[in-house]
């Protein structure tokens, strides 16, 4: 595994991630201690300035996003978002397990940023392993007092995917339905019971320690220019290997799936991949020489998302796969807004008919109408992005689709 | 001032403004379906999408606030396309049968309908059932033609202060509910049927108006509700000479009072005005039966009583229950009666029992 390039995991399994003092020794918390001497806006400036993008899937500027938060306000929050509701992530689960410290070093680092002294981690519901994990990490990391005055809490979730969306996230910490609110107001103006929030992933705060430690220059020297640093990824489907690594982010596609990956699995050659969990575009082959970075996976029309690679292979039927993505998002509309909460149900029923073998090119003409209203008119980015893995494989792989309508 | 283009027209609007406040003064007509000035903002329904120029997506004209320099379409090909698709979707899971409903000429999903040429759905295919019965004498709740808009929600919440209802289950299940999914009766609900006033169509409506006109089949008389001394006001809806209904006037100018907002009596109880058990003249009671009379006749014979107890056994044998059915300045005259006229402090009133 030479090609990996690991920051965020360099320990992986030589600490104990529930043990502070662990990650003391290995160099932890200094990034936290640098950040509490320096002015709050030159500590942002410097985060900024390292070009840290989110790693949740938005991919806004860190830097930038604390910025936003008002100078004034008497109380504001740093949320992490480990929801990690996304199909074949779990990336947030790996940085946990290898290096938990990290994450709260980070949002420290964030609160003492923004100043703010109160943290939450949102975790996953199916996690209740993290939960304890995250517990223990906090406990040891304030007997050390290595947060200082920063308190982090940790809340479940209660297995919405939707309730990664950081504003259905915030309604879910406050105790309501898991569903996203509108923006404008952001959650950096206005989040968390009407104060100002810092929502960020937990692979973003992990970054912090080391950028605040290794300085702003360091870390955007690091992998594609526009989105430096490295990113997790996790293998999965037709592979090899599946399992979890981490690139620098001008790694390519094509040696993910082939040199880490060890290539599709039985010799078998690769029809599709999807980058960035279920919402993902589907990228044939001849797209497999693209960066993994977010602008890369933009210009091709895909998203690097969550940092989920999952492989199909020669042997795999496009329109059965993408008629069980639509199931799931059919599942996990939160049903708030029309275009999504029936767009997603008539998808689901379209794509059944199209995999049964009843459909007819009206029906793709009727699903492609659909997809197009979502993508424009949903509230938030899950009605939104779920006619991407629709669209793209019609656009991709037409031919699989002509074989099935009548 | 902020500066904005809206359909070619350049207009200004003091900072803070929302798109579809800026809309409606350039003179464009924004369909709405979860919108309601009076209520939290949902930013939901999303019929009210109009085009930014340089935006990828299109915005809910209702929830964005409007920024200077933006140029906006209100009935671009997107825009159009969006709200088609939209009312398609809703009619895919609606109970379709404007000919028996009580909104039909009233109802917002058949307006944009017929605004947008929208007849059939291209989605139609498994109808979802969302109709329950309840057995309540006021509500009737027809999920089967409930556009989600949530406004019952949070106006029973937000105006009302019950929270009887709210959404339950979650994607295309989702549907209004009482909690544990009960029925009206049994919730908090105190049946004062502002959610039957939001509601855009036909999901909410009176039992106690069924089948006794639609509103463009009715005139209506503005008037006071003689219930309580709140004065709500009201609009009787009349039909060949019938009050058929009450419904609720929301114009803060001419109903200054509730703005639309009433209770269960001034919006369901309207049956007493052509009973039969109706008083129509004050009533003496004479030898044990109760005789009509003028109202002079029984303003003298009261009079005439309590100066004769107040000679006999003096002022405080004498005592005043007054009503909440009076004003609050005829109140305030009954116990000024009592207090100075009469001379007691025996003074009460049914509000406070
Ligand atoms: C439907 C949906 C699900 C999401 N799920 C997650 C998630 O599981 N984890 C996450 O970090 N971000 C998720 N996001 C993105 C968040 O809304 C938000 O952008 C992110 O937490 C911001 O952190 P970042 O800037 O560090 O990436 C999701 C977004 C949507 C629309
Ligand atoms: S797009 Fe889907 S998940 Fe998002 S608010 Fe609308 S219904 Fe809910
Ligand atoms: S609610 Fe509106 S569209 Fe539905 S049946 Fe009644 S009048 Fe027709
Ligand atoms: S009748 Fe009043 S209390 Fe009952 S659900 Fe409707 S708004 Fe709420
Ligand atoms: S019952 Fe009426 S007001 Fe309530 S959500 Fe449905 S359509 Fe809207
Ligand atoms: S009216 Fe704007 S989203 Fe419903």
Not at chain 1, 91 to 119: F, P, V, W
Not at chain 1, 229 to 250: H, Q, R
């Amino acid at each position: 595994m030479a090609e990996e390039m690991r920051v965020l995991l360099e320990y992986a399994d030589k600490i104990n991630p529930e043990i502070a003092d662990e990650y003391v020794k290995i160099g932890g918390y200094v990034g936290l201690e640098k950040a509490r001497k320096m002015d709050p806006n030159d500590l942002i400036q410097e985060v900024r300035s390292s070009g840290l993008r989110g790693r949740g899937g938005a991919g806004f500027n860190a830097g930038m996003k604390w910025s936003f938060v008002p100078k004034n306000a008497e109380i504001k929050y740093v949320v992490c978002n480990l929801d990690e509701g996304e199909p074949g992530t779990y990336k947030d689960r790996i940085i946990c397990e290898k290096n938990a410290q990290a994450l709260l070093e980070g949002m420290a680092i964030c609160g003492a940023a923004i100043d703010s002294n109160q943290g939450y981690i949102y975790c996953r519901g199916e996690y209740p392993f993290i939960v304890k994990l995250l517990k223990n990490a906090i406990k040891s990391a304030k007997e050390l007092g290595a947060l200082g005055d920063f308190n982090i809490e940790v809340r479940m979730g209660a297995g919405a995917y939707v309730c990664g969306e950081e504003t259905a996230l915030i309604e879910s910490i406050e105790g309501h339905r898991g569903e996203p609110r509108f923006k404008p107001p952001f959650p950096g103006v206005a989040g968390l019971w009407g104060v100002p929030t810092v929502v960020n992933n937990v692979e973003t705060f992990a970054c912090l320690p080391s950028i605040l430690t290794n300085g702003a220059a360091w870390f955007a020297g690091i992998g594609a220019a526009k989105y430096p640093g490295t990113k997790v990824l996790t293998l999965t489907g037709d592979t090899n290997n599946p399992t979890y690594f981490e690139v620098p982010t001008d790694y390519i596609l094509r040696d993910v799936i082939y040199k880490l990956g060890g290539g599709v699995k039985g010799g078998k050659k690769l029809k599709a991949v999807q980058v960035g969990g279920t919402s993902g575009a589907f990228i044939p082959e001849s797209n497999l020489d693209t960066p993994i970075d977010f602008d890369s996976m933009g210009a091709i029309g895909a998203a690097l998302g969550s940092g989920a690679v999952f492989v199909m292979d020669e042997t795999r039927d496009i329109v059965d796969i993408v008629s069980r993505i639509s199931k799931f998002f059919e599942h996990e509309s939160c049903g708030k807004c029309n275009p999504c909460r029936e767009g997603t149900f008539r998808c689901r029923e379209i794509m059944e008919k199209i995999n049964s073998g009843k459909a007819t090119q009206k029906d793709i003409d009727n699903i492609l109408l659909l997809s197009r209203v979502m993508k424009k008119a949903a509230l938030c980015g899950l009605g939104q992005a779920a006619p991407i893995p629709i669209e793209s494989t019609i656009k991709h792989f037409a031919d699989e689709y002509a074989r099935k309508i009548v | 001032m902020i500066t904005l283009t809206i359909n070619g027209k350049e207009i200004q609007v003091p900072k803070g403004t929302m798109v579809l406040d800026a809309c409606q003064q350039a003179g464009a007509d924004i369909p709405t379906l979860c919108y309601d000035p009076d209520l939290r903002l949902a930013g939901s329904c999303r019929m009210c999408v109009v085009e930014a120029k340089g935006r990828p997506n299109l915005m809910a004209a209702c929830v964005s606030p409007a920024e200077n320099g933006m140029v906006i379409e209100t009935e671009s090909p997107d825009v159009v396309e969006s709200r088609k698709i939209i009312l398609e979707l809703l009619l895919a899971r609606h109970k379709l049968e404007c000919h028996t409903c009580e909104r039909d000429g009233s109802c917002k999903l058949q307006d944009y309908c017929y605004r947008y040429g929208v007849t059939d759905s291209r989605y139609l295919n498994e109808m979802p059932h969302f109709s329950k019965e309840d057995p309540n004498p006021f509500i009737k709740r027809d999920y089967d033609k409930c556009i989600m808009c949530t406004k019952c929600v949070r106006v029973c919440e937000e105006i009302t202060g019950a929270q009887a209802i709210n959404v339950e289950d979650r994607g295309h299940h989702a549907k209004i509910s009482t909690v544990f999914d009960g029925k009206l009766a049994d919730s908090t609900c105190v049946f004062c049927g502002q959610c039957v006033m939001v509601c855009p169509v036909g999901a909410l409506t009176s039992k106690v108006s069924a089948g006794k006109g639609r509103s463009y089949q009715t005139q209506s008389v503005l008037t006071t509700c003689t219930y309580c001394g709140t004065g709500c006001t009201f609009e009787l809806n009349v039909k060949d000479d019938h009050v058929v209904g009450v419904t609720s006037v929301r114009d803060s100018e001419l109903s200054p009072v509730n703005k639309g907002a009433l209770c269960v009596k001034g919006r369901f109880g309207w049956d007493f005005i052509e009973s039969e058990d109706r008083l129509t003249t004050p009533l003496i009671k004479e030898n044990g039966e109760l005789r009509p009379a003028s109202w002079d006749e029984a303003l003298d014979f009261a009079a005439n009583k309590i100066k004769e107890i107040k000679a006999k056994n003096g002022p405080d044998a004498l005592a005043l229950f007054s009503s909440a059915r009076a004003t609050n300045e005829e109140n305030y005259l009954a116990q000024k009666l009592f207090r100075a006229a009469i001379g007691t402090n025996n003074v009460d009133h049914c509000a406070r029992l």
